[in-house]
DNA sequence: CACTCTATCTACTGATGCGTAAAGTAGCGA
DNA sequence: TCGCTACTTTACGCATCAGTAGATAGAGTG
């Protein structure tokens, strides 16, 4: 039942997808969608938000054990872009659907779980677990835009998307944990002019 | 009026904001709305969508002219998180509220030419413009990570906002460029499970 | 004042789709 | 055969808007 929901959900999104055609994807008639999916489209669509939230949350959190940051992270995002590229249809619902209107909150309180996870991914002594939010934000957001790459077309198993996020981004995490921030030495500071 | 759809399709997304909101929103009468608005809801919202996709394209295509990728990275991020602080419903519209739905089309081709863009960007003699389009990808995710972060609260200029993404991600691309990727040498490479 | 044109409003129609009620059917144990 | 459970089909009530038709107001002109 969840299963058909998510389907019809990550199809057409919230609005255009209707009750008749969960039940026609699940197989059975309406007043059953309604007794086994909570009693409302709304409940319905939160259990496969709920549902998806706590899978992807799982996967990350799980089989992380290890000292080192560097493990710890590949781990996780190479957890991260299995869990996503083998139930493609919940991303689909969690990140491309869920975010807007009324599920906004919920999807957004799961992102922060998320995003709290990962910085403790990469928190140890010799990072503050507070200023790590935003570099978990940021991290979070570039396996969310590499796997929309992937959807458009991309090829590659989890492993190795989850080096190639590790290319663009350990370097400058491993130099940040050194302490040294990047800065406009050289680049020139023109005010940018805004439209 | 296009400002007053764009503050009520932030706040309630598609679906959720009603004709009568905009006109509210806009002090008019919903006939007004019809009448300068394009003539359907749709065509409100898609005017909303291509505006706020041109003003950032623009916003990061200009004022980059330099043969340094690093700075030219450096000012095309300035400009996107100066763009999207200084227009913040515009960013709701385009990035939380449009990918759903019907508009996910639209908006997806918008954010297609922002990412080559930024492909461009990177780009020159020694990196292959193909190649580049995941890490282009990645980079647009990441902004939008450190944009939701902003937005929950998160501070700093759109200056400062840049230098964090560049201290995340530019020592990765500058190994990238001389040819260095990350690979999983003595991370464990135990398989991942998943539920 | 009369006439007209344009801009705007109030109030309605029509369609869509959630959620439910009613009546029928198949399986199953006693 | 009875009754119970689980499910189906069909049909409908009801609310919510998108979009429009007809009324109204104001302003310029003679």
Redesign the pocket.
């Known amino acids: 039942m969840l299963d058909a929901a998510a389907r019809v959900f990550a199809r057409s999104g919230f609005h ?5 055609a969960v039940a026609d994807e699940a ?6 969608v ?2 086994h999916g909570g ?4 409940e319905l669509f939160a259990r496969c938000i709920r549902r998806e939230a706590e899978r992807l949350l799982t996967s990350v959190s799980g089989g992380i054990g290890s000292p080192d940051p560097e493990t710890r992270l590949y781990r996780g995002l190479r957890a991260f872009f299995t869990t996503v590229t083998t139930h493609r249809e919940g991303w689909m619902v969690l990140y491309r659907q869920a975010r807007a209107g009324t599920f906004a909150g919920e999807v957004f309180s799961a992102r922060s779980r998320i995003v709290t996870r990962v910085a403790e991914l990469l928190a140890d002594s010799s990072v503050d677990p507070a200023a790590a939010m935003p570099v978990a934000s940021t991290l979070v957001g570039a396996a969310e835009g590499l796997a929309d790459w992937y959807f458009d077309g991309g090829t590659g198993t989890p492993d190795d998307l989850a080096a190639q996020l590790m290319s663009v981004v350990w370097p400058g995490l491993a130099a940040l944990r050194a302490g040294h921030a990047w800065s406009p030495t050289d680049v020139g500071t023109e005010r940018v002019t805004d439209s």
Not at 16 to 20: F, I, L, Q, R, T
Not at 39 to 42: A, D, T
């Open positions: 255009d997808a209707s009750m008749d197989g059975v008639s309406k007043p059953m309604y007794t009693g409302s489209k709304e």
